[in-house]
C-alpha cells in the first residue's frame, strides 16, 4: 500500500473546500500573558478564514503556526481525553478541542483566556500543582487491608454502577476553577479532588473511605461548597458533579457509603 504524499492530502483538502464548504472570517481575542515582558496581561485580536465546523483548539493551532509562534497553550491528544486545554471560551469553562466554533457565536469576537483560580504562568497556560496537590491529598487510590489476595476483587454491577459516574473525570480543572469558593480561597479542595474521593468511597472493594471523609471534613473541605451548580454545568464529560459533592456530604453525616 502506498502512503500518501502531502501534496496528496493538500489536494484533497482543496477538493473539499471546493465542493462547497462555507468558510466563515473570525476574530479570536485572547488574553496573552508573558511576565518576562510585561506585568500585566493584554487582549490581543487574531482574525482567521476558517469552516465553522472546526474546534477551537484547530483555531489556536492555525493562529500558533501561521501567525504568532509565541502563543502559549496547553494541548495534547486533541479529543477530549487528556484534559489539558481547558480554558474560558467566551466566559465559559470548556476544552478547546471539544468547543465547535459554530457553538460559540462566531459572528462576533470569540474571547479566549486562562482559566480562573490558578496562577496564570503564559498566556493560557496555568500553575496546575494546587490543583493536582488536593487531588493527591484526597488519596484517589484502591485502599484494602490484610494480605494480597489470591484472586481477582470481584464487584457487582450494581456496587460498580453506584460509583460509575465520577469514574469519568479526566483531572481538566473545568469544575475546580469554575467555583466561586476556590477563585477566593485557593486552599479549597475544589469539586474535581471531592469527585475523586467519592470515586473510592463509594467503591464496595475499597477500605480507605473513613479516612477520605476525616479529609474531607476539614474547614477546606467539603462543607466550602455552596451548591451553585458551576462545576457540573463546566464539566466536558456531564459529570453531576454538585451530586457527588452532595452524596459526600451526606456520607459524612450519617457514615453510611
Known amino acids: 500500500m502506498s502512503t500518501p504524499t502531502v501534496e496528496k492530502h493538500s489536494a484533497a483538502l482543496d477538493a473539499v473546500e471546493a465542493g462547497g464548504v462555507e468558510l466563515i472570517t473570525v476574530t479570536f481575542r485572547i488574553r496573552r500573558f508573558n511576565p518576562e515582558e510585561h506585568p500585566d496581561p493584554v487582549w490581543v485580536d487574531y482574525q482567521l478564514t476558517l469552516d465553522p465546523k472546526e474546534r477551537v483548539l484547530d483555531a489556536l493551532n492555525k493562529i500558533k503556526w501561521e501567525q504568532d509562534g509565541t502563543l502559549t497553550y496547553r494541548r495534547s491528544c486533541a ?44 498566556d493560557l497556560v496555568v500553575d496546575m500543582d494546587p490543583f493536582f496537590q488536593a487531588y493527591k491529598d484526597v488519596m484517589p487510590f484502591l485502599i484494602t487491608k490484610g494480605n494480597d489476595p489470591t484472586r481477582e476483587r470481584l464487584q457487582s454491577a450494581e456496587d ?27 486552599q479549597y479542595f475544589g469539586p474535581a479532588a471531592i469527585v475523586n474521593a467519592h470515586r473510592f468511597i463509594f467503591d464496595s472493594r475499597d477500605e480507605g473511605a473513613e479516612q477520605r471523609l476525616e479529609i474531607l471534613n476539614d474547614r477546606e473541605g467539603v462543607w466550602r461548597c455552596r451548591t451553585t451548580f458551576n462545576c457540573s454545568e463546566a464539566c466536558p464529560r456531564g459529570i453531576e458533579v454538585t451530586k457527588a459533592i452532595q452524596e459526600v456530604k451526606r456520607a459524612l453525616v450519617t457514615r453510611r457509603f
Request: charged share 25%; with cysteine; aromatic share 4%.
Open 79 to 122: 479529543h477530549g481525553i487528556c484534559g489539558s486545554d481547558a480554558m474560558r471560551i467566551n466566559g465559559r469553562n470548556r476544552l478547546a478541542c471539544k468547543t465547535l466554533i459554530k457553538d460559540v457565536s462566531p459572528e462576533k469576537p470569540i474571547t479566549i483566556e486562562a482559566i480562573k483560580g490558578l496562577t496564570v504562568l503564559k
Open 160 to 186: 460498580r454502577e453506584r460509583f460509575d459516574d465520577t469514574t469519568k473525570c479526566i483531572l481538566c480543572a473545568a469544575c475546580t476553577s469554575s467555583c466561586p469558593v476556590f477563585w477566593n480561597d485557593g
